[in-house]
């Protein structure tokens, strides 16, 4: 399904409906910057035309992290 979105997602984001069940996964972002346009991936339930949807950024688990190997 395709959602608008109020803030740019990331993608792999959960999304949820209004009472917190997760509904599917951020799969593709696009669309212009000021009111970008995501897909969503449904992993299971029904969502209405006009439903409101939220997003959860993922946690990097110390991937993606700088280091500094030489000291």
């Known amino acids: ?13 959960a ?3 209004r009472k917190q ?3 599917g996964t951020v799969g593709r972002v696009f669309g212009p910057v000021d009111g970008p346009y995501a897909s969503v991936s449904p992993e299971g339930g029904t969502l209405g035309i006009g439903s409101e949807t939220y997003f959860r950024g993922k946690t990097q688990n110390a991937k993606g992290k700088r280091r500094n190997r030489r000291d």
């Open 1 to 13: 399904m395709i959602v608008r979105c109020s803030e740019l997602p990331d993608i792999g984001s």
């Open 15 to 17: 999304v949820f409906d």
């Open 21 to 23: 069940k997760r509904i």
